[in-house]
Antibody, heavy 120, light 113 residues
């Protein structure tokens, strides 16, 4: 069965960097686009970034553009989010999400999330 | 960017009674291909979100038929015909017509009355 397992979250000081990962299994990773969606404590969902199935395109929310980098390693069936210059407002649960859509994103599987806390 | 506005923020419901959630977009969600890419997600307490409805009114596999979606242009509605205990949680709409960026509504919390 399809599984997405995030890891790498933790407590980090403002201005520092952190990389979160999402290991996938149960399907052919290289055939699907992938997204990161985050949720601040007690708040709603915020889309963060997307990477095309072949890695050819990447898009980011304005709130993270220039600071976050999404990437993938198909040999490891793993999605990454490299976060730099972290801010307090980046605190939240980070979900990786599989996208089966063609024209528009279709979120069919979500991971359980990993908590990133930015605090001094 | 498209702004998605949900109402109400909170919806107290007695189990067995209907519930209705509104989602309005700041611009029409009709795509150039003629489709409307408006989805609804459910997030139960302590769980990851899951999609219930896509393209306004199509139910995902395994979603009970008490959930229905409707709407056009800029106004959309998620209805639960008879709320059951497992339906309590937060519901989000999301537009996928004018992406990137992808935009979610602020969420509606369906809670026990």
């Amino acid at each position: 069965q399809v599984q997405l397992v995030e890891s790498g979250g933790g407590v980090v000081q403002p201005g520092r960097s952190l990389r979160v990962s999402c290991v996938t299994s149960g399907y052919t990773f290289s055939r699907y686009g992938m997204h990161w969606v985050r949720q601040a404590p007690g708040k709603g969902l915020e889309w963060v970034a997307v990477i095309w199935f072949d890695g050819s395109r990447k898009y980011y929310a304005d709130s993270v553009k220039g600071r976050f980098i999404i990437s993938r390693d198909d040999s490891k069936n793993t999605l990454y989010l490299q976060m730099s210059s972290l801010r307090v407002e980046d605190t939240g649960v980070y979900y990786c999400v599989r996208d089966r859509g063609v024209v528009s994103p279709e979120f069919d599987y979500w991971g359980q999330g990993t908590l990133v806390t930015v605090s001094s | 960017d498209v702004v998605m506005t949900q109402s109400p923020l909170s919806l107290p419901v007695t189990p067995g009674q209907p519930a209705s959630i509104s989602c309005r977009s700041s611009q029409s969600l009709v795509h150039s291909d003629g489709n409307i890419y408006l989805s609804w997600f459910q997030q139960r307490p302590g769980q990851s979100p899951r999609r219930l409805i896509y393209e306004v009114s199509k139910r995902d596999s395994g979603v009970p038929d008490r959930f229905s979606g409707s709407g056009s242009g800029t106004d959309f509605t998620l209805k639960i015909s008879r709320v059951e205990a497992e339906d309590f949680g937060v519901y989000y709409c999301m537009e996928g017509t004018h992406w990137p960026p992808l935009t979610f509504g602020g969420g509606t919390k369906v809670e026990i009355k």
